[in-house]
């Protein structure tokens, strides 16, 4: 059950901003079996003066295309399984929208199954546990 949150600079086109979120959803489901229909995705944009990164932190040269994807996952994976989350994130926002790699900036956020309730007042990942 990712959260997908996606920022980037104000002033791109409405298919533009679906792409984003369209390969998004598809990379996690690529990569993390993420279920049909499990798709909850925000995006937010920004004006110059509230989006502000490091040029070159690291030696990547990014640009004002910097769009970063903040992904808010259960603790369940692996290191190859988040490596090749990145990865496919990266190929897929190169492919469609058409960002280039450097301005594809993630950052994964873990939490405990338990921490997530999707209606209703349950904790439906915690359920398994008898609780």
Same mark, same amino acid.
């Given at each position: 059950?990712?959260?997908?949150?996606?920022?980037?600079? +104000?002033?791109?086109?409405?298919?533009?901003?679906?792409a984003?979120?369209?390969?998004?959803?598809?990379?996690? +489901?690529?990569? $993390?079996?993420?279920?049909?229909?499990?798709r909850?995705i925000l995006?937010?944009?920004?004006?110059?003066?509230?989006?502000?990164?490091?040029?070159? $932190?690291?030696?990547?040269?990014r640009?004002?295309?910097?769009?970063?994807?903040?992904?808010?996952?259960s603790?369940? +994976?692996?290191? /190859?399984?988040k490596? /090749?989350?990145?990865? +496919?994130?990266?190929?897929?926002?190169?492919?469609?929208p058409?960002?280039?790699?450097?301005?594809?900036?993630?950052?994964?956020?873990e939490?405990?199954?338990?921490?997530?309730?999707?209606?209703?007042?349950v904790?439906? $990942?915690?359920?398994?546990?008898?609780?």
């Amino acid at each position: 059950m990712p959260l997908a949150r996606i920022s980037l600079r +104000r002033g791109k086109p409405l298919a533009y901003r679906q792409a984003l979120m369209e390969q998004v959803y598809q990379a996690l +489901r690529d990569t $993390y079996n993420v279920p049909e229909d499990d798709r909850f995705i925000l995006l937010s944009e920004h004006d110059e003066a509230h989006f502000s990164y490091g040029r070159h $932190y690291l030696d990547v040269a990014r640009s004002d295309e910097l769009v970063i994807i903040q992904l808010t996952v259960s603790n369940t +994976r692996g290191r /190859a399984q988040k490596k /090749a989350l990145y990865q +496919r994130l990266v190929e897929r926002l190169v492919e469609h929208p058409g960002l280039r790699p450097e301005d594809v900036f993630i950052n994964l956020v873990e939490v405990l199954p338990e921490n997530w309730s999707m209606g209703h007042g349950v904790a439906q $990942y915690a359920l398994a546990d008898g609780e």
